[in-house]
């Protein structure tokens, strides 16, 4: 008797050690979709279709402005996080978002490197 009160005991514990793993790695998941989306919402500084845009007065000259190179060094840093993170997906999005964006920046080609890397990473795993 005592035998199978013991492996009762286990088996509980057992169960309980399983389904408090997975809540905690479902919370995990959803807190990462949300720093995602905060992420993703905080990029989206476009101006709407539907605004007037301002008419240039001046040629634009080929520098660019200091709110750019610091978008786009965000971009890619936040890229290289998400790959040493192990979320190689991720971090493949950033950098295309990154290389649409600002195809002739200077972090082109690491931006390249990496997901070549990262596409390689995908791929094995």
Known sequence: ????VVVA????TLGWSVWYIRRKAEERRHAEEARVAAFVSSLGTAVPP???????AA?????????????QKMLFDAAH??????????AIQLYARLLARFPATTFAEPARAAVTAL???????
Do not use: V
């Not at 596409?119 to 795993?125: D, E, F």
């Open 81 to 90: 996080k998400a790959g040493e993170a192990g979320e190689p997906a991720l």
């Open 119 to 125: 596409n390689r990473k995908l791929l094995k795993g």
């Open 9 to 12: 005991a286990f088996a509980a």
């Open 59 to 71: 040629p634009q000259t080929p520098s660019l402005p200091a709110s750019d190179i610091a978008l």
């Open 50 to 56: 539907s605004a007037p845009k301002p008419a240039p």
């Open 1 to 4: 008797m005592l035998f199978w």
